[in-house]
């Protein structure tokens, strides 16, 4: 079995680039110790406790859209829709305990249980 570090997303309402090119589809790898404690030094984080995610997500993030790792930087993240950054949270919990996008789950009318691939449940 291959142990998976990155996974792909589609968030629910992407970042629009300063020419008008919508970012919705990318990949975060998982998270490293250094990942998690290299912010905590950052004096953004010091001066506010949220801006950990922005930093962390930043550092995370491995693509989105055309844009590549050098491209992503908290400033970028900063301007992430409240909705692409709540589904990016949940996303980076999810693949970080689990070390998958895919869960199991149940249907509430037949019992049926199947998986489903929650990296791709931000997209329409």
């Not at 589904?87 to 919990?93: G, H, K, M, N, S």
């Amino acid at each position: 079995m291959i142990f998976q570090t990155e996974f792909e997303f589609t968030l629910p309402r992407g970042y629009r680039d300063r020419d008008g090119n919508l970012h919705r589809v990318g990949a975060m790898r998982l998270s490293t110790a250094i990942d998690e404690i290299a912010p905590m030094r950052d004096p953004r984080v010091r001066a506010n406790q949220a801006y950990l995610v922005i930093i962390l997500l930043a550092r995370v993030i491995t693509r989105l859209g055309d844009l590549r790792d050098g491209d992503i930087n908290p400033g970028l993240v900063e301007q992430f829709y409240a909705a692409d950054l709540a589904y990016l949270q949940d996303f980076y919990r999810r693949i970080n305990e689990t070390g998958a996008s895919v869960v199991e789950v149940t249907c509430p009318d037949c019992n049926s249980r199947f998986e489903i691939d929650v990296g791709r449940l931000g997209g329409s």
